[in-house]
């Protein structure tokens, strides 16, 4: 009779992973092409994750060229141009920061232009997209205010002037909204809303020369009515 050879827990071990292994060489061997088409699944992959990113990064670079050679364009009386590139810019960068700027800023130009349509349309949408710029809101409303003021339409100009000073009470530009208000509610002949408007220019800047301006236009306006 053969003696019955007893293993070892260490031979078991050595036995068990070399059949793991001879098991595991037999399916790559059979299995192979999908492991590689994994591979280069998780490669393309990782590729692709850093060709967005670099493209985001050069399309970041490439909006912030844009909107700085608009507004050289501007500053060198190039209004045109520089709006073509604005233009531009909603265009390729539709939802970033440089299709705010370039939003308000095609309002701002298009003023200065006398394309009162358009400044409304540009105003009316960067207000209606963008809430956090509190300056630029209240920028884009007083340049409503304007807007509505060139065209004649006098109510419409000093309500939106009125809103904007009620909307942002810590705006750089509040004296000049609570002007922009007076001024059109005497051009619209409504003394008693105009007098509301002077009587807060006076109470918050007295002494200033906004306080100076607005009591002029506000007696003379009143004894020519």
């Known amino acids: 009779m053969h003696e019955k050879v007893k293993l070892t827990k260490r031979q078991i071990k050595r036995d068990n992973f070399t059949a793991f292994m001879l098991n595991s060489k037999q399916q790559l061997e059979e ?25 985001q990064k ?6 912030a060229i844009q909107l700085a050679q608009a507004t050289m364009q501007y500053r060198q009386g190039n209004s045109q141009v520089a709006i073509l590139t604005l233009a531009d810019i909603l265009t390729k960068y539709s939802g970033t920061g440089y299709a705010e ?6 309002g701002r130009v298009n003023l200065e232009t006398r394309n009162y349509e358009e400044a409304k349309l540009y105003f009316e949408q960067y207000l209606e997209q963008y809430k956090d710029n509190a300056l630029n809101r209240a920028a ?7 807007t509505y003021e060139n065209q004649g339409k006098y109510p419409e100009a000093a309500e939106m002037f009125a809103k904007a000073a009620a909307d942002y009470p810590e705006s ?21 809303k105009a007098k509301e408007q002077f009587d807060i220019i006076n ?3 007295p002494g200033t020369e906004m ?5 002029r236009l506000f007696y003379e306006k009143s004894q020519n009515s």
């Open 203 to 205: 109470t918050k800047f």
């Open 172 to 192: 750089a530009i509040l004296p000049d909204l609570h002007f922009g208000a007076m001024r059109n509610f005497l051009l619209a002949g409504q003394k008693e």
């Open 31 to 55: 299995n192979w092409q999908y492991f590689a088409i994994g591979a280069v699944v998780i490669i393309l992959a990782v590729v692709g994750i850093v060709y967005y990113m670099n493209s």
């Open 140 to 146: 884009a409303m007083a340049g409503l205010g304007v």
């Open 101 to 106: 700027q370039a939003t308000f800023m095609l």
């Open 58 to 63: 050069d399309k970041a670079q490439l909006g």
């Open 211 to 215: 306080a100076v301006s607005a009591a």
